[in-house]
């Protein structure tokens, strides 16, 4: 909790409330120093597990021996059954949280065949679902949300500072519960850039929606990865920019009868 000032007008009040938290997590695999990672303290284990899969360092989560996360000095010390060669050209995503991705190329993902559809209407229930499901932004705000869904109901819900971590959470969550993210939705209440297209397309998610917008890059690799990718999704409608994963069932604009 921390004390604060809040200004509307001239009219001045002290409040006590929840300021998101954010601190440095670095992790160790094998012994070796792999990454610093600015995230929010929360769900660590799942974040670990599934920055580690979306890069693939690990392929399965029964690939790790042992995983410690000191909540003293902010290190994780990850223990693999085999040993491995960690990727070293980092690229500075465009996320908050300081997101860093080392294998970014779109040639290592295969277009994406699946036959998902979701109604308008249930693409806005589930974005209410993230939404209400939100606990430390419903607290503090200043903080990102993901979901992994169906159609008809939300299955795995993460928040963290950075949009990336939030999502790589949500993988790490799966491995550990053993659900799989292949025909799934994810939803992110962060932009669409082109890391987190091909997150979802690693995860093998071939609809991706988002309360704000995608980039221009992202959108293009949607095309290519046959990925639905819709923004600005709110109870009366969104944008839908790539793909045909939603049964519209309206008619477009200038269309005749």
């Given at each position: 909790?921390?004390?604060?000032?809040?200004?509307?007008?001239?009219?001045?009040?002290?409040?006590?409330?929840?300021?998101?938290?954010?601190?440095?997590?670095?992790?160790?695999?094998?012994?070796?120093?792999?990454?610093?990672?600015?995230?929010?303290?929360?769900?660590?284990?799942?974040?670990?597990?599934?920055?580690?899969?979306?890069?693939?360092?690990?392929?399965?989560?029964?690939?790790?021996?042992?995983?410690?996360?000191?909540?003293?000095?902010?290190?994780?010390?990850?223990?693999?059954?085999?040993?491995?060669?960690?990727?070293?050209?980092?690229?500075?995503?465009?996320?908050?949280?300081?997101?860093?991705?080392?294998?970014?190329?779109?040639?290592?993902?295969?277009?994406?065949?699946?036959?998902?559809?979701?109604?308008?209407?249930?693409?806005?229930?589930?974005?209410?679902?993230?939404?209400?499901?939100?606990?430390?932004?419903?607290?503090?705000?200043?903080?990102?949300?993901?979901?992994?869904?169906?159609?008809?109901?939300?299955?795995?819900?993460?928040?963290?500072?950075?949009?990336?971590?939030?999502?790589?959470?949500?993988?790490?969550?799966?491995?550990?519960?053993?659900?799989?993210?292949?025909?799934?939705i994810l939803l992110s209440t962060g932009r669409v850039s082109s890391e987190?297209?091909?997150?979802?397309?690693?995860?093998?998610?071939?609809?991706?929606?988002?309360?704000?917008?995608?980039?221009?890059?992202?959108?293009?690799?949607?095309?290519?990865l046959n990925i639905t990718v819709c923004g600005y999704v709110r109870p009366?409608?969104?944008?839908?920019?790539?793909?045909?994963?939603?049964?519209?069932?309206?008619?477009?604009?200038?269309?005749?009868?």
């Amino acid at each position: 909790m921390r004390t604060y000032l809040k200004v509307r007008g001239e009219r001045v009040e002290e409040i006590t409330g929840e300021v998101v938290r954010e601190q440095p997590l670095t992790v160790y695999v094998n012994g070796t120093r792999f990454l610093t990672l600015l995230c929010t303290p929360v769900q660590l284990e799942a974040l670990v597990i599934g920055y580690l899969w979306m890069e693939m360092v690990i392929g399965d989560v029964r690939e790790i021996q042992t995983l410690d996360v000191s909540p003293v000095d902010g290190r994780v010390d990850v223990t693999l059954d085999h040993p491995v060669d960690l990727p070293t050209e980092r690229i500075l995503t465009s996320g908050c949280g300081g997101g860093i991705t080392f294998r970014i190329d779109h040639r290592l993902f295969p277009r994406l065949a699946s036959g998902l559809q979701i109604s308008a209407a249930q693409l806005a229930a589930r974005m209410r679902d993230l939404f209400a499901s939100a606990v430390l932004y419903k607290a503090s705000r200043g903080i990102h949300g993901a979901a992994l869904a169906d159609p008809e109901g939300v299955l795995l819900v993460a928040e963290d500072v950075g949009r990336h971590n939030a999502v790589d959470k949500i993988k790490g969550e799966a491995l550990l519960r053993d659900i799989s993210t292949v025909d799934r939705i994810l939803l992110s209440t962060g932009r669409v850039s082109s890391e987190m297209l091909l997150k979802a397309a690693r995860m093998g998610v071939p609809i991706v929606a988002s309360r704000t917008s995608p980039t221009e890059m992202a959108v293009g690799l949607a095309e290519q990865l046959n990925i639905t990718v819709c923004g600005y999704v709110r109870p009366d409608g969104f944008n839908l920019y790539a793909g045909d994963g939603i049964v519209l069932g309206v008619q477009s604009a200038g269309q005749p009868d």
